[in-house]
């Protein structure tokens, strides 16, 4: 059972960003997902359901995903700390495409939607949580701030690679600037 709501979370989200939210129906889920007709809606009984629960998967996904890239970095090494972001980046406007896409067409629903606001925001300070350990790690002074700023810089760099695709996108010089000019 738990694995079938995870189906039809992960079409969801592929459904969210290859096509957007308007295109987030009960029927395109199901058919994304393989599932029959009516799983999604047995799942999630109305719109807000799913898109909580789309929020909630997103959010435990992106961060097995965080935790996969930054596994074993050097708290003595800020450098590598910068690479992992960047690997991170490249994966999230790469094979992980989709579910990038996928969140920020929830940021932006969110503008026009306020109800979409409050699971947003939940997500946000949970990867916001995370984030300040990460550089509380590697010495920050003021985790809370830098990792709030870091995550601001990561997001607008996944923004513009995906709008604005470079072949050679190598965010890692300037995470690392970055990380200097908050660590050092």
Same mark, same amino acid.
Request: aromatic letters at 8%.
């Given at each position: 059972?738990?694995?079938?709501?995870?189906?039809?979370?992960?079409?969801?989200?592929?459904?969210?960003?290859?096509?957007? /939210?308007?295109? &987030?129906?009960?029927?395109?889920?199901?058919?994304?997902?393989?599932?029959? !007709?009516? !799983?999604?809606?047995?799942?999630?009984?109305?719109?807000?359901?799913?898109?909580?629960?789309?929020?909630?998967? &997103?959010?435990?996904?992106?961060?097995?995903?965080?935790?996969?890239?930054?596994?074993?970095?050097?708290?003595?090494?800020?450098?590598?700390?910068?690479?992992?972001?960047?690997?991170?980046?490249?994966?999230? !406007?790469? /094979?992980?495409?989709?579910? !990038?896409?996928?969140?920020?067409?929830?940021?932006?629903?969110?503008?026009?939607?306020? $109800?979409?606001?409050?699971?947003?925001?939940?997500?946000?300070?949970?990867?916001?949580?995370?984030?300040?350990?990460?550089?509380?790690?590697?010495? /920050?002074?003021?985790? $809370?701030?830098?990792?709030?700023?870091?995550?601001?810089?990561?997001?607008?760099?996944? &923004?513009?690679?995906?709008?604005?695709?470079?072949?050679?996108?190598?965010?890692?010089?300037?995470?690392?600037? &970055?990380?200097?000019?908050?660590?050092?």
């Amino acid at each position: 059972m738990a694995r079938r709501r995870e189906q039809v979370l992960d079409a969801a989200l592929e459904v969210l960003g290859a096509e957007g /939210s308007r295109r &987030l129906t009960y029927q395109a889920v199901d058919a994304a997902a393989g599932v029959p !007709t009516g !799983t999604t809606s047995n799942y999630f009984r109305n719109r807000g359901a799913l898109i909580d629960g789309i929020v909630d998967h &997103l959010q435990a996904v992106e961060h097995r995903e965080w935790e996969t890239f930054a596994a074993g970095t050097d708290p003595a090494d800020p450098g590598e700390l910068a690479d992992a972001m960047a690997a991170f980046a490249r994966h999230a !406007t790469g /094979s992980g495409r989709a579910r !990038t896409a996928a969140r920020f067409a929830l940021f932006l629903e969110a503008a026009a939607r306020p $109800e979409l606001r409050a699971p947003l925001a939940r997500g946000r300070q949970a990867v916001l949580a995370w984030s300040a350990e990460w550089v509380r790690r590697f010495g /920050s002074r003021a985790p $809370e701030r830098h990792g709030r700023i870091l995550l601001d810089h990561l997001d607008g760099v996944v &923004l513009h690679q995906l709008a604005f695709p470079d072949d050679d996108f190598n965010p890692a010089p300037e995470i690392r600037e &970055l990380l200097a000019g908050l660590l050092g």
